[in-house]
């Protein structure tokens, strides 16, 4: 439902049935109820809006954290808050980044499977961050999901991890 984040009245629903065999089946049955109702292009859609909420903003929605009862004002409020004068650029700039990480990790992943011998190890970053995203399509929808994977994904674009950067130092014997 909507953007596919926390819906109570589905908490409410799941919790109703005391019986496990009983809860599965109605949840089931709700499922399969909501999949015909919405379609394929319903379906697409709601991807659509989870990646939206997921990756669409490379600010992860940090400033939740920061809008609980701040002791004081400052500056970078007017940068990091949704309601700041400047948070467009802010909001602007870190999208950016996250697309370009997001689009290195891709020419990563593709020059890894490209090249025969980088070693498996090479694809488990690339492996972490098409998980995670596969994850949030299908759970409930939140950015913060999203931000403990970020190291991941910057640790994929870099090509450390995928063999495009030796990953060995070599020290001269004394």
């Known amino acids: 439902k909507g953007n596919g984040g926390?819906?109570?009245?589905?908490?409410?629903?799941?919790?109703?049935?005391?019986d496990p065999v009983a809860r599965h089946e109605a949840i089931s049955a709700e499922i399969?109820?909501?999949?015909?109702?919405?379609?394929?292009?319903g379906l697409l859609d709601l991807a659509k809006r989870k990646w939206a909420v997921c990756f669409g903003d490379g600010t992860f929605v940090l400033d939740t954290f920061l809008d609980d009862a701040p002791?004081?004002?400052?500056?970078?409020?007017?940068?990091?808050?949704?309601?700041?004068?400047?948070?467009q650029w802010y909001r602007w700039w870190s999208q950016s980044i996250w697309i370009a990480a997001l689009l290195l990790t891709g020419a990563a992943a593709g020059r890894g499977a490209?090249?025969?011998?980088?070693a498996f190890s090479g694809a488990v970053p690339v492996l972490a961050v098409a998980g995670i995203m596969l994850f949030s399509l299908l759970w409930e929808t939140s950015g913060r999901l999203v931000l403990h994977?970020?190291?991941i994904v910057f640790l994929a674009a870099s090509g450390v991890m995928s063999g495009q950067i030796p990953n060995r130092i070599s020290i001269p014997a004394e």
């Not at 002791?71 to 948070?87: I, N």
């Not at 490209?114 to 980088?118: D, E, G, I, N, P």
């Open 6 to 18: 926390y819906n109570g009245e589905d908490y409410v629903f799941t919790r109703r049935f005391t």
């Open 32 to 41: 399969g109820r909501r999949l015909r109702e919405v379609g394929v292009t």
């Open 71 to 87: 002791l004081a004002q400052t500056w970078a409020h007017e940068w990091v808050m949704r309601d700041g004068a400047y948070f």
């Open 149 to 151: 994977y970020v190291p």
């Open 114 to 118: 490209k090249r025969r011998a980088t």
